[in-house]
């Protein structure tokens, strides 16, 4: 079966520091992926995707880059973190018919 | 600007009252998806509907896919505490799967 792994579980990192979000999928071969940043009790915005190893596709611009180093692999970074960047991220695949989350990254830039 | 607009954004209730929340698109959309997300946790998968006019019943809730596929609804029966959460609905535009802003249901006893 098809399992998603997201970590950190929780960060706190000043401003300023580096950041390095990991999203691996296990079960699956070529999957779309995406990272998104979620605000309390809101929607998911869409911040990269990637349809395949290289290729990252960004949807708004911002601090922070994604890379896709291998083919279930999908890291989120950030050389300089600034307050904005604090939220909840998450990591998904697409399936057939629906999407899988990690169970997401809480990250408060202090 | 939300390319899948839901409505309301917050609703309160009394446990058995019947709600609808709603997403809507100037997009035509090959599916669209529900979900419903515990807070701290991913969204799960609610439904998925596929076929314009489509109606899928999940015990108490009920989804419908507008007839041009650029909408859909989501109604609860008789709604329990138990169903306080954030609902999500999402639609796929080639490569990327877009999220409306949510709906924060909360059901009181």
């Known amino acids: 079966s098809q399992t998603i792994h997201q970590w950190p579980a929780t960060l706190v990192q000043p401003v300023g520091s580096p950041l390095s979000l990991e999203c691996t999928v296990e079960?699956?071969?070529?999957?779309?992926l995406y990272w998104y940043r979620q605000a309390a009790g809101r929607g998911l915005q869409l911040l990269f995707y990637?349809?395949?190893?290289?290729?990252i596709s960004s949807e708004v611009p911002q601090n922070l880059s994604a890379s896709r180093p291998q083919d279930r692999q999908f890291i989120l970074s950030s050389k300089k973190l600034l307050l904005s960047d604090s939220g909840f991220y998450l990591c998904?695949?697409?399936?057939?018919?629906?999407?899988?989350f990690g169970q997401g990254t809480r990250l408060t830039v202090v | 600007t939300q390319l899948l607009e839901q409505s309301p954004q917050f609703l309160s209730i009394q446990e058995g009252e019947n709600l609808t929340v709603y997403c809507n698109s100037s997009?035509?959309?090959?599916?669209l998806q529900w979900y419903r997300q515990e807070p701290g946790e991913g969204p799960v998968l609610l439904v998925t509907?596929?076929?314009?006019?489509e109606v899928k019943k999940l015990k108490r809730l009920t989804f419908q896919f507008g007839d041009a596929r650029k909408d859909s609804s989501l109604h609860i029966t008789a709604a329990q505490p138990g169903d306080t959460g954030l609902y999500l609905c999402?639609?796929?535009?080639?490569?990327?799967?877009?999220f409306g802003a949510g709906t924060i249901l909360r059901v009181k006893s």
């Open positions: 998904a695949w697409e399936g057939a018919t629906e999407a899988f």
């Open positions: 079960g699956t071969s070529n999957p779309n």
């Open positions: 990637s349809v395949g190893i290289g290729q």
């Open positions: 997009s035509v959309f090959s599916s």
């Open positions: 509907v596929v076929t314009g006019g």
């Open positions: 999402a639609g796929a535009l080639g490569n990327k799967l877009v």
